[in-house]
């Protein structure tokens, strides 16, 4: 036998390094799977829930169709580095540990876009000739979570009022007549209101995806990138300012602009107004068209470190979906309004909570009163967590099958918004929501309660429906309404109903 020619058994050695490597591989995306399994199902219920209202799902509908056309262009151009994936998925279990902690269903979400970026990466449709932004993919998956009932809870009133005064210029330009107050805007002695629905928070969502989605495909420097964003915030402010102008100048001229379909035609073309300029001359270098620097040798991780990395993930995943929650949101005592015995000689009739809002209220704190006054219903929300606790009434009305309007917003009396409420059967019903704090602030936005509690308007905030069957006397209607609202101490504030 000639041991010159002998081979060293590289078949097996090779065989026994990919067992290795798949194995781990396969640790990583088990543990990856726990960690997402309860935030998919959390997504999906909420592209599903009335209560939402989120067409999340397009944005990943869309997400797939450009991850489709990159791995269809072609092979990698070159391998890539491992490290980064395996950190992003280690960060994602850390963030997914703090939302399990904090009971923060969406902070528990924000996880899924560090799984996206790492898969766009384990893919490598970054190296293939249709190339992809991971960064910018991952980003443009935050969309398919309910961003904007987030952003309006959060920041619906400062937009509110960069709306409000922006309009105002602009109204200022053309007509004398034009006084601003706050969110009010008088033109030739009309009001309009710039109230929660028209703060533009839908439309900057739809201009800042178009733009995300832009950077996904054309992949710009850092720099670039940045500042298209700042840019596409300035232009869907003037976008949605020139919308309510257009809607302003439309009512005092007594136009029925507030109907269909032309409040949504005006809404439209100011959004197209808005990305304009984005899809006629946005055009940054690539990444790709960038020559002459070499890209840095991929970093392999060693198979007894990538084995142990994926075995500690494996293990921490279990132990992370296995934790009870602490949320730090919890309500403390709070100082609830007593509900009145009788309105307008109607005795209440107190309504008890339903088993899914009594575990609700046990598990977050905060308190909920229920009530019947003859036709009128009375429920009042009462928290010192606000985030939490308390949402305009439509977010509860849809989850409950109703299809619901809103109205509008009156000043007169108690700043109120008004929705119609349509039930299942056909029954239709008229809500008025009012947000009293402790201190006796009044407003008809729950983003300006919020907004108010961040700012350090503590104390207790409450929540105040009155609820009347539709076809109800509107006499009838604003002698119940007055009387509940004189039976809770609330002030009311003088005023032009909108």
Request: hydrophobic content about 50%; aromatic content about 8%; charged content about 10%.
């Amino acid at each position: 036998m000639d041991r010159g020619n002998a081979h060293p058994p590289v078949t097996y050695g090779g065989m026994k390094h990919l067992t290795a490597d798949t194995l781990a591989w396969c640790a990583f995306v088990i543990a990856s799977v726990i960690l997402a399994a309860q935030p998919v199902q959390w997504l999906v219920q909420s592209w599903l829930s009335p209560a939402y209202g989120s067409y999340g799902y397009i944005y990943v509908l869309l997400i797939l169709g450009l991850a489709g056309m990159s791995l269809l262009s072609g092979r990698p151009k070159e391998a890539g580095s491992q490290a980064p994936a395996i950190f992003l998925l280690l960060l994602a279990a850390l963030i997914r540990f703090l939302g399990q902690v904090l009971a923060i269903n969406i902070f528990s979400a924000l996880a899924l876009a560090l799984d996206v970026f790492a898969l766009v990466g384990l893919l490598q449709l970054n190296r293939r000739p249709f190339s992809l932004s991971p960064f910018w993919v991952a980003a443009l998956f935050l969309f398919s979570l309910p961003t904007e009932i987030v952003l309006q809870r959060t920041l619906g009133f400062p937009l509110q009022m960069v709306s409000a005064e922006v309009s105002c210029t602009m109204l200022g330009a053309v007509f004398s007549n034009v006084i601003c107050d706050g969110v009010r805007i008088t033109l030739d002695q009309k009001d309009i209101l710039v109230d929660l629905p028209c703060s533009g928070a839908s439309g900057l969502l739809l201009s800042l995806a178009f733009v995300v989605t832009q950077n996904a495909v054309m992949r710009p420097r850092w720099p670039i990138g940045g500042l298209s964003l700042l840019a596409v915030i300035g232009c869907a402010t003037l976008g949605n300012s020139l919308r309510i102008s257009l809607l302003a100048i439309g009512l005092a001229n007594d136009l029925d602009v507030m109907a269909e379909p032309w409040h949504s035609l005006i809404g439209i073309v100011t959004l197209g107004l808005t990305v304009a300029p984005f899809a006629l001359f946005y055009r940054p270098l690539s990444r790709n068209a960038r020559k002459g620097r070499p890209r840095p040798k991929p970093f392999i991780l060693p198979n007894p470190i990538k084995a142990l990395a994926g075995v500690a993930c494996l293990i921490g995943s279990f132990a992370i979906v296995s934790l009870k929650a602490n949320p730090l949101d919890v309500s403390g005592r709070v100082q609830t309004p007593n509900l009145p015995t009788q309105i307008q000689g109607f005795l209440g009739q107190k309504v008890p909570l339903t088993a899914m809002e009594a575990r609700y209220f046990e598990a977050y704190g905060g308190q909920a009163q229920k009530a019947q006054f003859g036709p009128l219903g009375l429920n009042v929300v009462s928290t010192r967590a606000p985030l939490r606790h308390l949402h305009a009434p439509e977010v509860c009305l849809r989850g409950l099958g109703y299809r619901v309007r809103f109205l509008g917003t009156r000043y007169g009396g108690v700043p109120s918004a008004y929705y119609q409420a349509s039930g299942p059967d056909g029954d239709k019903w008229l809500v008025a929501v009012s947000y009293v704090s402790q201190g006796g602030q009044v407003t008809p936005s729950v983003g300006e309660a919020i907004w108010r509690w961040l700012n350090g308007s503590g104390g207790t905030w409450s929540s105040v429906q009155r609820i009347t069957p539709w076809t109800l006397d509107t006499a009838l209607r604003a002698q119940l309404d007055a009387a509940a609202i004189a039976a809770l101490d609330i002030h009311t504030t003088e005023g032009t109903d909108i």
